[in-house]
């Protein structure tokens, strides 16, 4: 029926409502609603056929995302760490443990430490007094860094200790310069390895086995002394700390730039020429696009292969997503470029690249930074309200707490959309988790292969965007097996569906 004969119809009994000349005779009342319910009727189920079919039309037209749940492609990398404890002493002083568990990092760096809990794990903080006796364990303040990392023992995760000192902003510079006496300082910092995992000056078995030293030697605000100054702090330090326990894994250079870097590969080339100890090679992105994020992943990948340590454990040890780095004298615009940072925007950037990340060469990422304070980039505002990051991170733990990854299909790297699913089958549970960064499109359909349940499925919709915090969005029973489905997922969003058989 075409849109003219559609509308004869109600035009013909409008005439005759009124008593139009069409129809010189007034219907009866009875009639008159009788015909007028016919028409609607007609009308309605019309129109709901044709958005059907339009939704039909427009589901085969929508970008694609498939989950084949029959084929297990292994566990999850552990690349959800993070930089920084629970503990704050800092601005809102919470214990922000109760979070913490609601991400479950694998792994807690500890740099910048100072910024949520003052005089912790710096160097100058432990050992003040270089000139000291670096042997006397009088000499050492130990305490506020061992409730430091206590904290984040409690709450499972391991520790990645930073030897070194905290980034320094503001001018003077007081800590980040290079030590008086490299020997000295490599034997001060073996001595903080003993106290906590031998028992020295009253200390502890906590078996802390990574050991990174120095942070971002290329960047002002961290290092004022020369590329070799650090090469040879690097030499030293890890062979003094190899000595005493060779367990240890040992690395760096922990650069702010990429791995083929004039730093970064000046330092693959010593520790091969220095036969340096070199267990795990860490660097740091910081990205506006998560297709330039990726590749520079696999460029200091690739450089660190190419120079023969393609048996070294790789770690990405800083990372997050910034629009651009703003004008410090602008206080405005710093303040809304990290909002963007920690915000929806950044939580759909973050979710992209930890999906596309597993399938690279990285054996762990720490997101920077989950502190607790009035700090620009963590995870918590000055009041100790949780940003919308942290929202991501649980996101992701969901995900992978389901412990099988399977396959998928729908990535989009050039603008951050992502899809990553895994599943449970003892339990009947399989969770997708899908991300748009910057796409245009905001309709997707997601095809769901395989499901080996019987019964019917419960599918739960978590939104994280804008005016969600990954709250419930949508309940609905699917039929198993084979089925499709239109989620929304315009930019700037994150959607967790999970798939629980009834």
């Known amino acids: ?111 910048d430490t100072r910024y949520s809990d003052e005089e912790t794990v710096d160097i100058h903080t432990i050992f003040p007094n270089f000139d000291a006796d670096e042997n006397d364990p009088t000499n050492y303040h130990f305490e506020k860094t061992d409730i430091y990392i206590k904290s984040i023992l409690d709450l499972g995760a391991k520790v990645i200790f930073r030897l070194g000192e905290s980034i320094e902003h503001g001018e003077p510079k007081f800590y980040i310069h290079p030590p008086k006496d490299f020997e000295k300082w490599a034997r001060i910092c073996s001595r903080i390895v003993q106290h906590y995992n031998m028992g020295w000056a009253d200390g502890f078995e906590w078996d802390i086995q990574h050991w990174e030293i120095w942070n971002e030697p290329d960047i002002a605000n961290c290092w004022t002394g020369t590329d070799e100054q650090y090469l040879q702090l690097y030499e030293i330090t890890s062979k003094t700390l190899k000595k005493l326990d060779p367990n240890l894994k040992v690395g760096g250079p922990t650069i702010a730039y990429d791995m083929d870097s004039e730093l970064g ?104 930074s989950a502190f607790g304070t009035i700090f620009r980039i963590g995870l918590f505002d000055e009041s100790g309200i949780p940003k919308k990051a942290i929202y991501a991170l649980e996101a992701y733990n969901k995900m992978i707490q389901l412990g099988t990854r399977v396959s998928t299909s729908g990535n989009k790297q050039e603008t ?5 699913a895994s599943t449970q089958l003892s339990d009947g549970k399989t969770a997708v988790l899908l991300s748009n960064f910057e796409d245009e499109a905001f309709q997707y359909k997601l095809n769901i292969k395989n499901i080996p349940f019987k019964n019917q499925l419960n599918c739960s919709e978590f939104l994280l965007d804008e005016e969600h915090n990954l709250d419930l969005d949508r309940e609905q029973i699917l039929n198993s097996k084979d089925f499709s489905i239109v989620v929304d997922l315009p930019k700037s969003s994150v959607r967790l569906l999970l798939f629980e058989s009834l």
């Open 1 to 111: 029926m075409t849109i003219i004969n559609i509308f004869k119809i109600p035009l013909k009994l409008y005439l005759r409502i009124f008593n139009c000349k069409m129809h010189p005779k007034p219907m009866k009342s009875y009639d008159l609603i009788k015909s007028a319910l016919f028409c609607l009727t007609l009308i309605s189920g019309l129109i709901f056929e044709n958005a059907l079919h339009a939704q039909n039309n427009n589901s085969d037209n929508l970008p694609e995302f498939t989950v084949d749940v029959s084929k297990n492609i292994g566990g999850f990398k552990p690349l959800n760490g993070v930089n920084g404890g629970p503990r704050v002493r800092l601005g809102n002083a919470f214990d922000n443990s109760e979070y913490f568990k609601t991400f479950n990092p694998p792994q807690v760096r500890l740099h």
């Open 265 to 368: 590969v000046a330092f693959l080339n010593h520790c091969k020429k220095t036969n340096s100890p070199l267990d795990f090679v860490s660097y740091h992105i910081y990205s506006k696009s998560t297709d330039d994020f990726m590749k520079r992943i696999a460029k200091s990948n690739a450089t660190i292969t190419k120079h023969g340590f393609e048996d070294a454990e790789i770690y990405l040890t800083e990372w997050n997503y910034i629009p651009y780095w703003p004008d410090k004298k602008n206080r405005e615009e710093t303040r809304d470029v990290y909002a963007r940072t920690s915000g929806s925007q950044g939580s759909a950037f973050s979710v992209a690249v930890m999906s596309y990340m597993q399938d690279t060469e990285l054996d762990m990422a720490q997101y920077y």
């Open 416 to 420: 951050g959309v992502s899809i990553i």
